[in-house]
């Protein structure tokens, strides 16, 4: 009886071992930079999850690891099998799915050092001066769920034909705006300050700009703890940290700042 019961114990102990494993080490810093419409892979991007992964794990002293979505659908089913610790977020992928999958925010990215962000939609020179007279698509790297639309035109009421539709070669639509295959065009701040310089812009006009819109938010899974302000200030103190210059340029961003006030 006592031999069965030394079994029953040590199955029970490797048994729980295995579900331990399967869920990832304990006390673990899991986190998933999710932003549907970005140019690369999940594979591409993997080098740069590892450094940042390292370079909080070195901060924290805890074991971190780290994954990229720059599809929606793979980035959903990923939060329906786990449970990442934190992450980073497209605005658009926030307020779509921020209650669902208890997203808090406890930073921001800081891309080009700009606390804010501005949607423009832009059609071809000859095109409508207004956006309640654009007829068809307005393509975006944002615009990837019917939350854009919201976020876009915010209280403004827009009652326009136009239909929004994602993509990730936001710089392809803009030659299809100019060749009138596109209706128009919605861009970012960054990829706006990008292209507004440049030869294909000079075919092109604004016919909208959004409100002052936040950044890519840094998210906590869940109920905020000692770990959460641990890693915020880790991240705040990036864009000091000599030894993190080449993460934040891989990152896109010159820094983190405080969560935005608009999204707590």
């Known amino acids: ?11 029970l102990i490797f048994s729980a071992g295995s579900v331990m494993a399967a869920a990832g080490p304990l006390n673990s810093l899991h986190f998933v930079i999710i932003e549907p419409g970005q140019p690369g892979t999940s594979i591409e991007a993997q080098p740069v999850m590892d450094s940042l992964a390292e370079y909080i794990s070195a901060k924290i002293g805890k074991p971190v690891s780290g994954k990229y979505f720059n599809e929606l659908e793979p980035a959903v089913k990923y939060l329906d099998e786990n449970k990442p610790a934190w992450g980073i977020s497209g605005l658009t992928f926030f307020k779509s799915y921020a209650d669902k999958y208890m997203m808090n925010p406890v930073a921001s990215t800081l891309p080009q050092g700009l606390d804010k962000d501005i949607w423009r939609v832009l059609v071809s020179a000859d095109g409508p001066d207004s956006v309640k007279d654009i007829k068809g698509t307005v393509f ?56 507004s310089s440049g030869e294909q812009f000079s075919g092109m006009k604004v016919v909208f700009e959004s409100d002052k819109l936040p950044n890519s938010p840094v998210v906590w899974f869940g109920k905020i703890n000692d770990d959460s302000f641990k890693l915020q200030g880790v991240l705040l103190d990036m864009k000091d940290d000599p030894a993190a210059a080449n993460l934040l340029k891989l990152l896109l961003t010159s820094g983190f700042g405080p969560a935005d006030q608009e999204l707590q």
């Open 1 to 11: 009886m006592l031999n069965k019961n030394i079994l029953f114990t040590l199955f």
């Open 140 to 195: 975006g790297s944002m615009l990837y769920t019917p939350e854009a639309r919201k976020i876009l035109f915010g209280k403004n009421h827009v009652d326009a034909p136009l239909v929004i539709e994602g993509t990730s070669r936001p710089l392809r639509m803009i030659r299809k705006v100019n060749r009138g295959k596109a209706a128009g065009v919605c861009l970012n701040a960054v990829q706006y300050s990008v292209v």
